[in-house]
């Protein structure tokens, strides 16, 4: 497989999972801040803003309206909804050989509906339908990749991109958190169940522990759980076995690099504790899942994409 396309679907995948992401923020978040008071209100639209990873810089004051703007419309925002299913699209695009007839037309749906939808209809009414919309329609299309397309390399390279992006974004906002979580600063009932909506976890985890709100249980949910879809740990496996199922590089001597990378990441986790990883430092343990993902990019991109051409030609 050409590595131009093995790039445009690794980023297609990111893409429409962090638009997705995006909106569940927004969705968890939107009618918690219409019932909290103006300070409480200014410190969720602080951690809305940090778990995006790359915070927005913009030129009024954060409030909502300003928030919901720059999210859904503003494409200056990499985070926001219109920027990543435009560059999904354009990806998608490129490589519309590789992608089955039914994924184009639900990506390309999905493009037209979020480019028809008007900044002047957030003055009207709060954007929860469209979100939903949004996150429908990005539904639909993973459920048309995995019916339609031929579970082969350009399959799996969609999954690493999905898994990778999914695990930085959950480590990410359990690191917003992390304080608060720890136990060295409050945080009120209804904002650990907007954590656990953005990450799509909520009814997961009351099937799992009932009613019982503790920072320790959340956080062994949406960190070690290994079998909620949006947990770090099923993430990063899923990651590693996609990873595993690609065909061997080692002529270029990075294949098992990147497969020791995925390998320790999955260790690391799969043989901790919460207790250890709060007692240790639950922010610390997060910036190293962290900081082990943006490895992992880089050694994917190295291995699969920017190689010199040089290097996978026989001697």
């Known amino acids: 497989m050409l590595s131009r396309v093995a790039d445009s679907l690794y980023w297609m995948a990111r893409y429409l999972e962090r638009a997705e992401q995006t909106t569940r923020l927004l969705d968890a978040n939107i009618q918690l801040m219409l019932e909290q008071k103006p300070h409480a209100v200014e410190r969720q639209l602080r951690r809305i803003n940090l778990s995006l990873g790359t915070p927005l810089k913009l030129e009024t004051r954060l409030s909502v309206p300003a928030l919901e703007h720059a999210l859904i419309f503003d494409t200056k925002v990499s985070s926001s909804i219109i920027s990543c299913v435009m560059a999904a699209r354009e990806n998608a695009r490129q490589v519309r050989e590789q992608i089955s007839s039914e994924m184009w037309s639900e990506l390309n749906g999905l493009y037209h509906f979020v480019k028809r939808y008007e900044a002047d209809d957030l003055e009207q009414e709060l954007p929860l339908e469209f979100l939903s919309e949004v996150r429908r329609n990005i539904s639909l299309f993973k459920g048309e990749t995995d019916a339609t397309m031929s579970h082969g390399e350009e399959w799996w390279f969609l999954q690493i991109g999905r898994h990778l992006e999914r695990a930085v974004n959950t480590s990410t906002m359990l690191k917003v958190h992390a304080a608060e979580l720890s136990g060295t600063a409050d945080i009120e009932h209804l904002e650990l169940l907007a954590l656990l909506r953005s990450c799509n976890a909520f009814e997961a985890y009351l099937k799992r522990y009932t009613a019982e709100f503790s920072a320790e249980l959340i956080v062994e949910f949406l960190l070690l759980n290994p079998q909620h879809p949006h947990s770090i740990l099923f993430s990063v496996r899923r990651l590693a076995d996609s ?20 390998g320790r990441l999955v260790a690391t986790l799969s043989y901790s504790s919460v207790e250890e990883m709060m007692n240790s430092g639950l922010d610390t343990a997060l910036d190293n899942v962290i900081r082990q993902c943006a490895q992992l990019h880089a050694g994917i991109h190295q291995a699969y994409i920017d190689y010199p051409i040089e290097s996978s030609l026989p001697a």
């Not at 990873?243 to 995925?262: F, K, M, N």
């Open 243 to 262: 990873i595993a199922a690609l065909p061997d590089v080692s002529t270029r001597g990075q294949r098992s690099r990147v497969e020791r990378l995925a």
